[in-house]
């Protein structure tokens, strides 16, 4: 059955969703990470969403879910790439994705991961999921 | 109130929910509905198609376009002859997310259309039916 | 009453349409709301003749007549598509609108010429009235809602084309919205902002609404869905210039702004946005520079580990 491939870079896994997904590969998607992460220890996790011309609420759920896991799992995520149609809808449909950190790209989002756990400045806020 | 274009797709499988995706977003390019607008319907008739799917126990979707006057429109119909929807007014508030999953799906098809119905009777399925202008 | 009355009506139209048709189309080539320079004869011709054809198939089901009902619906569509383009071409509704009154006259000599009695005629002269009055005026609406199309378009072109957002920096976008936003205006400049993000790769975007008089739960809301938007897609928005009314009227609306960071100046926003690129901006530590030079305006912003 097709799978989503999960590449390793370093201590990070990076995911590329290139297909409009149905429920099923999505879920796939999610226990394949989590097995992953646990498999590999991995600290970071990079989900790139810009071939995604739609996101739901149950990818959006799924985004949400990968996070939490990966949390618990000592990991962190980020989703990059969300184009702005994407965006404008999901915020439309009700889903703002706390907890899910965002990034504009993947190399933004290898700056995130790699950047070290306290990043708050001295500004009141900074880019937070 | 002309109808341009018919099409129904079934809605028993995962797999006919990317087909039915796939169809709206051809149909709302086709009508010229701008990056944003044919994201909605699509987004829109995903969560619907869901809905029948998996709490309907599965139906069709009808896909029409249609002119009414000097403007055109994707009208789409999700049917099913499932359980139902006992509360309706429950099942429209934000949030609410029932054992199958109902969650933002009704709310958010409408937020994300201009037209927007709904006709349930339980045990006797659901009908949704939503419209896009361009 | 009404059935008995078309019965004539469509008798005249199947037998004499040739005629009727010629002498309609004269009568319009002599008229000013033709607008020749617009159309040409053959279109107009066609037009007329096309008209004619289902106007006649309508009133030879000799039902009761009503123009707005399911029988009349072709005869509406093909008077809704003439509208449209003849809006585009540039006539005017009254010139549309005269296009199907002016079939009255070729319509009425005929009645006169074949009615057996008086009632017949006022019946039939009554039908064809109502009818075309009612044709004729629907082209006027169609007009109307194809005249707005056009001009919403307009405006939303004119919006897009005039889209304040301005590069700050590197990376760092600011949008000054002035005047008074309503929704249309709001959702379309938000969305050529986050495109905007993307085609910069910004991943700071600084909202200023000093310009902007009055803030309504509409806007406000319009203002936090771009800022969670631009937050999907990993850029972040600061909010500058809000007024001490704009921050009452916040307050009294019930707004939640805990989410977003909020700055009185775009000068204090810039700031931050600096800052949290981890950029700062230094003197040039240059003998007799005395003036402000150019490099100091531009800002040698050096990168701060």
Same mark, same amino acid.
């Given at each position: 059955?097709?799978?989503?491939?999960?590449?390793?870079?370093?201590?990070?896994?990076?995911?590329?969703?290139?297909?409009?997904?149905?429920?099923?590969?999505?879920?796939?998607?999610?226990?394949?990470?989590?097995?992953?992460?646990?498999?590999?220890?991995?600290?970071?996790?990079?989900?790139?969403?810009?071939?995604?011309?739609?996101?739901?609420?149950?990818?959006?759920?799924?985004?949400?879910?990968?996070?939490?896991?990966?949390?618990?799992?000592?990991?962190?995520?980020?989703?990059?790439?969300?184009?702005?149609?994407?965006?404008?809808?999901?915020?439309?449909?009700?889903?703002?994705?706390?907890?899910?950190?965002?990034?504009?790209?993947?190399?933004?989002?290898?700056?995130?991961?790699?950047?070290?756990?306290?990043?708050?400045?001295?500004?009141?806020?900074?880019?937070?999921? | 109130?002309?109808?341009?274009?018919?099409?129904?797709?079934?809605?028993?499988?995962?797999?006919?929910?990317?087909?039915?995706?796939?169809?709206?977003?051809?149909?709302?390019?086709?009508?010229?509905?701008?990056?944003?607008?044919?994201?909605?319907?699509?987004?829109?008739?995903?969560? $619907?198609?869901?809905?029948?799917? !998996?709490?309907?126990?599965?139906?069709? +979707?009808?896909?029409? %376009?249609?002119?009414? &006057?000097? =403007?055109?429109?994707?009208?789409?119909?999700?049917?099913?002859?499932?359980?139902?929807?006992?509360?309706?007014?429950?099942?429209?508030?934000?949030?609410?997310?029932?054992?199958?999953?109902?969650? $933002?799906?009704?709310?958010?098809? !409408?937020?994300?259309?201009?037209?927007? +119905?709904?006709?349930? %009777?339980?045990?006797? &399925?659901? =009908?949704?039916?939503?419209?896009?202008?361009? | 009453?009404?059935?008995?009355?078309?019965?004539?009506?469509?008798?005249?139209?199947?037998?004499?349409?040739?005629?009727?048709?010629?002498?309609?189309?004269?009568?319009?080539?002599?008229?000013?709301?033709?607008?020749?320079?617009?159309?040409?004869?053959?279109?107009?011709?066609?037009?007329?003749?096309?008209?004619?054809?289902?106007?006649?198939?309508?009133?030879?089901?000799?039902?009761?007549?009503?123009?707005?009902?399911?029988?009349?619906?072709?005869?509406?569509?093909?008077?809704?598509?003439?509208?449209?383009?003849?809006?585009?071409?540039?006539?005017?509704?009254?010139?549309?609108?005269?296009?199907?009154?002016?079939?009255?006259?070729?319509?009425?000599?005929?009645?006169?010429?074949?009615?057996?009695?008086?009632?017949?005629?006022?019946?039939?002269?009554?039908?064809?009235?109502?009818?075309?009055?009612?044709?004729?005026?629907?082209?006027?609406?169609?007009?109307?809602?194809?005249?707005?199309?056009?001009?919403?378009?307009?405006?939303?072109?004119?919006?897009?084309?005039?889209?304040?957002?301005?590069?700050?920096?590197?990376?760092?976008?600011?949008?000054?919205?002035?005047?008074?936003?309503?929704?249309?205006?709001?959702?379309?400049?938000?969305?050529?902002?986050?495109?905007?993000?993307?085609?910069?790769?910004?991943?700071?975007?600084?909202?200023?609404?000093?310009?902007?008089?009055?803030?309504?739960?509409?806007?406000?809301?319009?203002?936090?869905?771009?800022?969670?938007?631009?937050?999907?897609?990993?850029?972040?928005?600061?909010?500058?210039?809000?007024?001490?009314?704009?921050?009452?009227?916040?307050?009294?609306?019930?707004?939640?702004?805990?989410?977003?960071?909020?700055?009185?100046?775009?000068?204090?926003?810039?700031?931050?946005?600096?800052?949290?690129?981890?950029?700062?901006?230094?003197?040039?530590?240059?003998?007799?520079?005395?003036?402000?030079?150019?490099?100091?305006?531009?800002?040698?912003?050096?990168?701060?580990?």
């Amino acid at each position: 059955m097709e799978r989503i491939p999960i590449l390793k870079l370093g201590d990070c896994l990076l995911v590329s969703i290139q297909v409009d997904m149905h429920d099923r590969l999505a879920m796939q998607l999610q226990d394949d990470l989590t097995s992953r992460i646990a498999a590999t220890a991995a600290r970071g996790v990079l989900i790139d969403i810009s071939a995604l011309e739609m996101v739901d609420s149950f990818i959006g759920r799924m985004l949400g879910n990968i996070a939490a896991m990966s949390r618990v799992l000592d990991a962190e995520t980020v989703v990059v790439g969300m184009r702005p149609a994407v965006a404008i809808t999901l915020v439309e449909l009700g889903m703002s994705l706390p907890g899910v950190r965002t990034a504009l790209n993947i190399e933004r989002g290898m700056d995130l991961l790699s950047a070290t756990p306290d990043i708050r400045g001295n500004d009141n806020g900074s880019p937070v999921g | 109130m002309v109808l341009l274009s018919v099409e129904r797709l079934p809605l028993h499988s995962d797999e006919h929910m990317v087909i039915v995706r796939q169809a709206v977003r051809n149909l709302a390019v086709g009508l010229g509905f701008s990056l944003v607008d044919q994201t909605k319907v699509v987004t829109a008739a995903s969560e $619907l198609a869901r809905n029948t799917i !998996k709490h309907g126990g599965g139906g069709s +979707a009808l896909l029409e %376009t249609i002119n009414d &006057g000097p =403007r055109r429109g994707l009208r789409l119909t999700f049917e099913d002859q499932g359980p139902g929807i006992a509360d309706l007014a429950l099942a429209m508030k934000d949030g609410y997310t029932t054992a199958g999953g109902l969650g $933002l799906g009704l709310s958010g098809a !409408k937020r994300l259309t201009n037209e927007f +119905a709904i006709a349930s %009777t339980p045990g006797s &399925g659901t =009908r949704v039916v939503i419209t896009k202008w361009k | 009453m009404a059935k008995t009355g078309t019965t004539l009506l469509s008798e005249i139209l199947r037998r004499d349409q040739q005629s009727i048709l010629s002498e309609w189309s004269r009568h319009q080539l002599g008229s000013i709301s033709t607008r020749r320079e617009l159309m040409s004869e053959a279109e107009l011709s066609q037009q007329s003749r096309e008209f004619l054809s289902v106007f006649t198939t309508a009133i030879g089901t000799n039902e009761r007549i009503d123009a707005n009902g399911p029988i009349w619906a072709p005869v509406r569509e093909y008077l809704a598509r003439i509208s449209d383009s003849r809006a585009r071409l540039g006539f005017s509704p009254i010139e549309t609108a005269t296009f199907v009154f002016s079939l009255k006259e070729p319509l009425f000599e005929r009645l006169r010429a074949s009615a057996r009695d008086p009632q017949t005629l006022a019946d039939e002269t009554w039908n064809a009235t109502l009818v075309l009055d009612a044709l004729g005026l629907y082209t006027t609406e169609v007009h109307q809602k194809s005249r707005d199309a056009v001009i919403l378009r307009q405006q939303q072109e004119m919006l897009e084309l005039s889209t304040p957002v301005v590069t700050l920096w590197e990376g760092i976008l600011a949008l000054p919205l002035i005047g008074t936003l309503d929704s249309a205006r709001t959702q379309v400049v938000m969305e050529s902002l986050l495109q905007r993000i993307v085609d910069t790769g910004s991943s700071i975007a600084i909202l200023d609404i000093t310009g902007v008089p009055t803030v309504d739960t509409l806007v406000a809301q319009h203002l936090l869905k771009t800022v969670a938007a631009a937050r999907l897609m990993g850029a972040d928005c600061i909010i500058s210039g809000i007024r001490p009314q704009i921050a009452q009227t916040i307050v009294h609306l019930g707004v939640d702004l805990n989410a977003v960071t909020t700055k009185a100046t775009l000068a204090d926003a810039f700031g931050v946005a600096l800052r949290r690129l981890a950029l700062t901006v230094t003197k040039a530590a240059s003998a007799g520079a005395a003036a402000p030079s150019s490099a100091n305006a531009k800002g040698p912003a050096s990168a701060n580990e």
